[in-house]
């Protein structure tokens, strides 16, 4: 999930006085974005208990980072560091943290770095439950060293080159309860024999899959973790080369709790990936780089009704009765990615946008002969991704 700039800072003026509460978790201390480094060191030294730390000022230095991790009973920490020219080893100070279970950072800057970050914070904080990071790369080091919280269930990071399955595969070892692992926007991958797919395979907890792997091979890597992964209901697998339909099947037949199914860069899926899903309660479906997807294909989504998402924009094979037929059959649908489709026409378009206003279509039709060509003059934007968290 994208970090809202309007949500953050209409909940950064509701807190901006940073009152907290005495009654139990209630001790969360919270840094608004206009605070001054001498207002964050006193906010900070207020009190030696705080349960929690969110801190959102633009104004930090290498002494309010201090004061920060100096707030050493917090259990929580949701931290957004908005400069690039602070030192990295101010930065590492926030390690100063010991008894942390969820860290929460975000650096939405371009960029942005904070090497070793990771790394510190995981070493010095081994209870870690959860961890998300934002805007900077997790390098290899990073990986490996949130091995050694063995109590880790959420992991939200950004792998730079570095990470290989190696890592990878030290992190699903030593955390074995993972449910939800994202290793996004990253270029590690490689062949199966890699130790890190074989080892995410025997993650037995793990809910929500999301990885690149754009150096993979598809179907050898659909052999590999739909071999275990027994609790998985959401796959986001994007990059992979050679992901065919019958790897697409292979998932879809040896993972019976999969529900949300994304499987980005692969060219060669047809219908029968549809067919291999139909009668299941699938709520995304995302082939958005599938080209032999046509409207026999789609039919297969037929009693899909918690079906949100739907992506099948490099397909250009739809026409207005596949919309007509969308807009009846696919009541839970509230996102559609359709791409460039030359048998729709606009007022197919804006019959099914009547008919189902709730649903952001996005959609370029043949271009209209007469009247009506403004019913299809939306912006066509890639898809933001539903996520958990």
């Known amino acids: 999930m994208r970090l809202s700039l309007a949500s953050a800072f209409a909940f950064g003026l509701a807190l901006a006085l940073a009152l907290s509460s005495d009654a139990g978790e209630g001790r969360r201390l919270v840094i608004p974005e206009d605070a001054e480094p001498e207002e964050l060191i006193r906010l900070a030294c207020e009190r030696d208990d705080w349960a929690s730390v969110e801190c959102r000022s633009r104004l930090l230095d290498a002494e309010s980072l201090a004061a920060l991790a100096a707030c050493a009973s917090a259990e929580s920490l949701d931290f957004w560091c908005h400069q690039t020219d602070l030192p990295q080893e101010s930065l590492l100070r926030l390690a100063g943290f010991g008894r942390l279970r969820s860290a929460n950072l975000f650096f939405p800057a371009e960029n942005a770095r904070a090497d070793g970050l990771v790394a510190a914070l995981a070493r010095a904080n081994p209870g870690l439950a959860h961890v998300r990071v934002d805007g900077i790369a997790a390098s290899g080091a990073d990986v490996e060293a949130l091995a050694g919280c063995p109590a880790l269930i959420h992991v939200i990071v950004r792998p730079d080159r570095t990470v290989d399955g190696a890592a990878v595969a030290r992190l699903a070892e030593g955390c074995p309860d993972l449910a939800y692992l994202r290793l996004s926007q990253g270029f590690w991958g490689g062949t199966v024999d890699q130790p890190g797919w074989q080892a995410i395979s025997r993650l037995r907890k793990l809910d929500y899959l999301w990885i690149n792997a754009p150096d993979a091979t598809g179907d050898e890597i659909a052999e590999t973790l739909s071999a275990g992964l027994p609790a998985l209901q959401s796959l986001t697998l994007y990059g992979p080369r050679q992901l065919t339909d019958r790897g697409a099947a292979l998932l879809l037949r040896r993972l019976p709790r999969l529900r949300l199914l994304r499987l980005g860069n692969a060219a060669g899926l047809t219908d029968a990936t549809l067919e291999a899903m139909a009668g299941r309660d699938m709520t995304c479906v995302s082939l958005n780089a599938a080209t032999g ?92 991704p539903a996520e958990m968290f």
């Open 293 to 384: 997807i046509t409207s026999a294909g789609i039919r297969h989504l037929a009693g899909m009704e918690n079906l949100y998402d739907l992506d099948v924009s490099s397909s250009p094979a739809l026409d207005d009765g596949d919309l007509e037929w969308m807009a009846a059959s696919l009541p839970g649908l509230k996102q559609a990615w359709l791409g460039s489709q030359p048998a729709m026409t606009a007022e197919g378009v804006a019959r099914f946008r009547a008919r189902r206003p709730e649903v952001q279509l996005s959609v370029d039709p043949a271009a209209p002969a007469g009247p009506g060509a403004e019913a299809y003059a939306e912006p066509i934007v890639p898809p933001e």
